[in-house]
């Protein structure tokens, strides 16, 4: 039972285009939404994050937008540029407590070409 | 700071033999997690620890132990490796927030090989 997942295995956009990256959710009792990034042979870096109070977030070129009602979340990247191609996660949780412990919950990723 | 180190970076294993995987941190963190990702898959939760002493179990626990002695090391256990737990383990640990973002950090991962 996979409780968020990213159903865009890949997406190639060209340099300075905008790129949307998608994440669907289906546990209501989320409440924490982090988007990763990951490069070969490396771990995953924190790259953006948004709490379900809030339905946008936004750090430079980077906007992370929730809809809670659809239990979905996007990643913009503008401009997209070729050092962002990389493998994007996103990542839910619950609120710590009432027997929740705050674990994260992954998708299965998307990876992210952009061309020059 | 080093951050999240984990040792070694590759392992081959037969299938049959037991091994740890070391993960350590040095920034204090009461909450460390181990992952496994596999092509498709994404990063799947194995165990993760709120603290010393303390364990659970995540989405994928089974032929994996853990154990949570000290605040810096979360060492994962495979009792007797198959060829299924072939994949990249990433170890992450965070700060435990008990109300607001967790971001966690990750270490650069351990790709095991079982035959």
């Known amino acids: 039972d996979q409780q968020v997942k990213q159903n865009s295995p890949s997406l190639s956009v060209q340099e300075g285009r905008i790129s949307i990256l998608n994440c669907d959710y289906t546990?209501?009792?989320?409440?924490?939404f982090l988007w990763y990034k990951k490069y070969p042979a490396e771990g995953p870096t924190f790259l953006i994050s948004?709490?379900?109070?809030?339905d946008k977030n936004e750090d430079g070129r980077f906007t992370v937008f929730l809809n809670k009602s659809a239990k979905h979340l996007s990643l913009h990247i503008v401009p997209s540029q070729p050092g962002d191609s990389a493998v994007y996660f996103c990542?839910?949780?619950?609120?710590?407590?009432?027997?929740?412990?705050?674990?994260?919950?992954f998708g299965q990723g998307t990876t992210l070409q952009v061309k020059p | 700071n080093a951050g999240v180190t984990q040792t070694p970076k590759f392992q081959v294993l037969k299938t049959g033999q037991s091994m740890t995987l070391q993960c350590a941190q040095d920034m204090n963190h009461e909450y460390m997690s181990w992952y496994r990702q596999d092509p498709g898959m994404g990063l799947r939760l194995i165990h993760y620890s709120v603290g010393a002493g303390i364990t659970d179990q995540g989405e994928v626990p089974n032929g994996y132990n853990v154990s949570r002695s000290t605040t810096e090391d979360f060492p994962l256990r495979l009792l007797s490796a198959a060829p299924s737990q072939t994949s990249v383990y990433f170890c992450a640990s965070s700060y435990r927030v008990t109300s607001g973002i967790k971001e966690q950090f990750f270490g650069p991962g351990t790709r095991l090989t079982v035959l």
């Open positions: 546990n209501s009792m989320f409440d924490y």
């Open positions: 990542a839910a949780s619950e609120m710590e407590g009432s027997g929740n412990t705050g674990k994260l919950i």
């Open positions: 948004i709490s379900s109070i809030k």
